[in-house]
């Protein structure tokens, strides 16, 4: 059974900064694309950033400058680091990952709580 497990999550003050980390297992396949999302309260679900296994990244314009998302395909793990935290990123963030075979599956972790607050 896949598992994408986020960790690295937490409370930090405005200006902050956090590194979130999901490590997937169970899978005999790589992952063309991973990538993060996020949910706060009372919105949908939106894009955050998104890396290729040739390494190629885009950002939600709200991100770019402060977060970097990287990943180590020898460990199965994507990371996000997260600079100059500010309210507005308080969310759940979550993991996402499609398959090499399907770029239609979506394989996603249970989410990790970022907040933001003085």
């Known amino acids: 059974q896949v598992q994408l497990v986020e960790s690295g999550g937490g409370q930090v003050q405005p200006g902050g900064s956090l590194r979130l980390s999901c490590a997937a297992s169970?899978?005999?396949?790589?992952?063309?694309?991973m990538g993060w999302y996020r949910q706060a309260p009372g919105k949908e679900r939106e894009f955050v950033a998104v890396?290729?296994?040739?390494?190629?990244?885009t950002y939600v314009d709200s991100v770019k400058g402060r977060f970097t998302i990287s990943r180590d395909n020898a460990k199965n793990t994507v990371y996000l680091q997260m600079n100059s935290l500010q309210p507005e990123d308080t969310a759940v963030y979550y993991c996402?990952?499609?398959?090499?075979?399907?770029?239609?599956?979506?394989?996603w972790g249970q989410g990790t709580q970022v907040t933001v607050s003085s």
């Open positions: 169970g899978n005999r396949f790589s992952f063309s694309v």
């Open positions: 890396i290729t296994s040739s390494d190629s990244t």
């Open positions: 996402n990952g499609k398959p090499v075979w399907s770029s239609s599956i979506d394989f």
